[in-house]
């Protein structure tokens, strides 16, 4: 029995289909943790949006004063208000990642509000840490990042 050449291809691109299948099954089970993750990443509440940065004027050619005015009516420009940065972990020491808020692990370097909320909320979900391994498996959290954080961080009881 000879299939025609469209029968062919429609053979083809069901084989295709059929093996990216199973290469996905495959995958969801070999990392099951990553697959969760990937499901609940849309059916996260957003962050909320943002105000939008106020757009600088430019200012005139004669920065506030008129064009006749001598150069000493020109008023200095003010100094612009600069954001607060959390306070840096001055604490000898260690957190303990099992008891600690997300004020203050967002004050651990290369820590933002947005990973210490992934933290807490793994936490939550899964119950304490063991190590501090346990955190590999947060979005955001990637190998050379918790190496810098392990003399930071602890867990205890």
């Known amino acids: 029995m000879t299939y025609s050449r469209p029968q062919l291809k429609l053979l083809l691109v069901l084989a295709a289909v059929f093996l990216a299948g199973l290469g996905v099954r495959e995958w969801r089970a070999g990392f099951p943790d990553a697959a969760e993750r990937l499901e609940r990443f849309d059916r996260e509440d957003p962050p909320p949006p943002r105000p939008?940065?106020?757009?600088?004027?430019?200012?005139?050619?004669?920065?506030?004063?008129?064009?006749?005015a001598p150069a000493s009516a020109v008023q200095p420009p003010r100094p612009r208000a600069t954001a607060a940065q959390p306070a840096p972990v001055t604490d000898p020491?260690?957190?303990?990642?099992?008891?600690?808020?997300?004020?203050?692990?967002?004050?651990?370097?290369?820590?933002?509000?947005?990973?210490?909320?992934?933290?807490?909320?793994?936490?939550?979900r899964r119950g304490r840490f063991e190590s501090s391994d346990s955190l590999r498996g947060i979005l955001g959290m990637g190998p050379k990042k918790l190496a810098a954080l392990r003399v930071y961080v602890t867990v205890g009881e």
């Open 93 to 124: 020491r260690p957190l303990d990642l099992n008891h600690a808020s997300t004020d203050e692990i967002s004050r651990l370097p290369g820590v933002g509000p947005s990973l210490a909320r992934r933290i807490v909320e793994e936490r939550d």
């Open 52 to 68: 939008p940065a106020p757009r600088a004027r430019a200012a005139p050619r004669w920065a506030g004063a008129r064009p006749d």
